[in-house]
């Protein structure tokens, strides 16, 4: 299959346009300011009408990816001004920091986008077709997991260097590992050189997530697993930050979502917030 057949992953879809309807439709200051996403997809002219897209329903879904990708992005930017020099993204999909932040990567933050090969190639693609291109510190690093290659391998032929600092940000993709392989990744990426972040987000028990979410979270894992990608993991926050320290990090925290709302979504006219324990987020360092 050519790539330019393959497309992006269904998921990194939503996601992108979620970011788009939080700066088309909810009020002002936005926690994000993303419409690279929804360019890069290039949706057909009714996406708003899809029924991931409902305004209310999707309400605070939307909260929930703006505020981590607005926190993880806060993280790299006060870590690349003490020095940090190279940010990883594990499950790239859509993302576009490197597209809307390209003078963080001039002042010498060298980016790389971990993806699969099929999506990654389509992305490329759709870089140089909209004038973007692909700047030699931004690296794609295409990764076929099925196939069993190591991303660690193929991060460090892309020119990663394991000897100095970086922050390592893997956001939605836990849920889709099992737990075996998240603690692996801990261990991988504990062995990064001190002073390295890792950045993850998590999906917590359904149990714990609150009442307004429980619903939306339910029918998205019912769509992944019917979708050939189900949810294999759910971590408490303890049972995170243990399965981190035990991975070898100095520190490991849990970030709440409650954290986040105070931080990006205070005072907020339109009442816009992310849910109470549902998706939340591990900041561990080496």
């Known amino acids: 299959m050519e790539a330019s057949e393959v497309g992006p992953e269904p998921t990194a879809v939503r996601v992108a346009l979620w970011r788009a309807l939080h700066v088309e439709h909810d009020?002002?200051?936005?926690?994000?300011?993303?419409?690279?996403?929804?360019r890069l997809a290039a949706p057909d002219a009714d996406w708003r009408q899809r029924g991931d897209m409902h305004l209310e329903g999707t309400k605070l879904f939307r909260?929930?990816?703006?505020?981590?990708?607005?926190?993880?992005?806060d993280l790299v930017c006060e870590a690349a001004a003490r020095g940090a020099r190279q940010y990883v993204i594990l499950g790239a999909g859509l993302d576009s920091f490197a597209q809307r932040r390209p003078e963080v990567g001039a002042a010498g933050l060298t980016v790389f986008?971990?993806?699969?090969?099929?999506?990654q190639a389509w992305k490329r693609l759709r870089l140089m077709e909209l004038g973007f291109g692909v700047p030699d510190w931004l690296r794609l690093v295409p990764v076929d997991f099925e196939a069993g290659d190591s991303w660690w391998d193929r991060l460090v032929a892309a020119g990663f260097d394991a000897a100095r600092p970086a922050v390592v940000a893997?956001?939605?993709?836990?849920?889709?590992?099992?737990r075996e392989a998240v603690a692996a990744t801990l261990r991988q990426v504990a062995a990064l050189a001190p002073g390295s972040t890792f950045v993850m987000s998590f999906v917590t028990p359904m149990e714990l997530a609150s009442p307004d979410?429980?619903?939306?979270f339910e029918q998205a894992a019912r769509g992944a697993a019917a979708g050939g990608t189900p949810w294999l993991s759910y971590f408490t926050p303890g049972e995170m930050v243990a399965m981190a320290t035990?991975?070898?990090?100095?520190?490991?925290?849990?970030?709440?979502?409650a954290e986040l709302g105070r931080r990006y979504f205070a005072?907020?006219?339109?009442?816009?917030?992310?849910?109470?324990?549902?998706e939340e987020l591990l900041v561990a360092t080496t």
């Open 170 to 178: 893997s956001t939605g993709v836990s849920m889709y590992l099992t």
């Open 246 to 257: 035990a991975a070898g990090f100095h520190d490991a925290r849990h970030i709440p979502s």
């Open 267 to 278: 005072g907020r006219p339109d009442g816009l917030r992310p849910p109470l324990c549902g």
């Open 63 to 73: 909260a929930s990816i703006v505020a981590r990708a607005r926190f993880v992005e």
């Open 213 to 216: 979410v429980r619903p939306g």
């Open 27 to 38: 009020a002002a200051p936005h926690v994000l300011e993303d419409d690279v996403g929804l």
């Open 113 to 119: 986008e971990v993806d699969q090969p099929g999506p």
